[in-house]
């Protein structure tokens, strides 16, 4: 009886240690079946608490942002304000500028119109070269219009040549008539020359020219002049006679022309 008392006492311990090791068995396969969710909510956690970090620290960029475009805004403020200010006193000193130059450019356009209105009155009645560069002798006063420089000069050696006549024949230029200058004949003597007239007889023959303008300094020529005689033929590559000469040789420097000092028989 004790001895079954004993059996069933250890029979009963051996139920209640399997169903010990049961439950222990069955805990342990829960831990292990749980043990990649618990690896995993523990690395959530952290990534958990590491975003909380990172947000923390972008919280407090962004307050630090936050406050430097603050900043910011005020400089802006601030710089516009004198930028604004400069623009103000740029625009009151363009403005009176612009005062000033209206009042310039209505002066200038008085005086334009007034040396246009001269410049008008001189084209109405000043003289204007024609496009050889000189003026035209039909606008010219008085006998300038009938009379060219060269005419004058021309006119001059005319002169000079009769006086030299004058001073140059045995008589002193007697006779029937007035006796009268000619210019030689190309290629010819002054005795032909007069023979070729009613003025028949040569009394004498002047070769001449004189320069234009006054001398300016001791023993400067004025004039070259030459007596030949009336037989002297003017054959020569210059023939002296004023007959083939230019006008600018009266008015130049160069070889002298000849005269006949011509008197009626």
Not at 188 to 216: E, I, M, N, P, Q
């Amino acid at each position: 009886s004790l001895t079954s008392t004993i059996e069933q006492h250890i029979a009963d311990l051996r139920k209640e240690l399997e169903s010990k090791i049961k439950t222990l068995e069955t805990h342990e396969k829960v831990q292990l079946t749980l043990w990649p969710y618990e690896k995993r909510i523990r690395a959530l956690e952290k990534t958990q608490s590491d975003l909380q970090d990172e947000i923390s620290n972008l919280k407090q960029e962004l307050n630090n942002t936050d406050s430097r475009l603050v900043d910011l805004a005020k400089d802006t403020h601030s710089s516009l304000s004198n930028v604004n200010s400069k623009i103000s006193s740029v625009n009151k000193t363009l403005s009176s500028k612009s005062a000033g130059l209206t009042v310039a450019v209505e002066k200038v356009i008085v005086d334009l119109n007034s040396v246009q209105s001269d410049v008008d009155l001189l084209k109405k009645e000043g003289v204007r070269t024609g496009p050889d560069g000189k003026i035209d002798r039909a606008v010219l006063p008085g006998s300038y219009a009938d009379f060219t420089l060269e005419d004058i000069a021309w006119g001059s050696l005319h002169m000079a040549a009769t006086a030299a006549c004058r001073g140059s024949v045995p008589s002193g230029g007697t006779g029937i008539a007035g006796n009268v200058v000619i210019p030689v004949i190309p290629k010819s003597s002054c005795t032909k020359t007069c023979a070729a007239t009613h003025f028949g007889t040569c009394d004498a023959a002047v070769s001449l020219v004189g320069y234009v303008g006054r001398a300016t300094n001791n023993g400067g020529e004025v004039g070259v002049y030459y007596n030949y005689g009336c037989g002297q033929p003017f054959d020569w590559s210059h023939d002296q006679s004023e007959i083939t000469e230019a006008d600018k040789k009266v008015l130049g420097r160069g070889i002298y022309l000849t005269y006949c000092c011509c008197r009626r028989p």
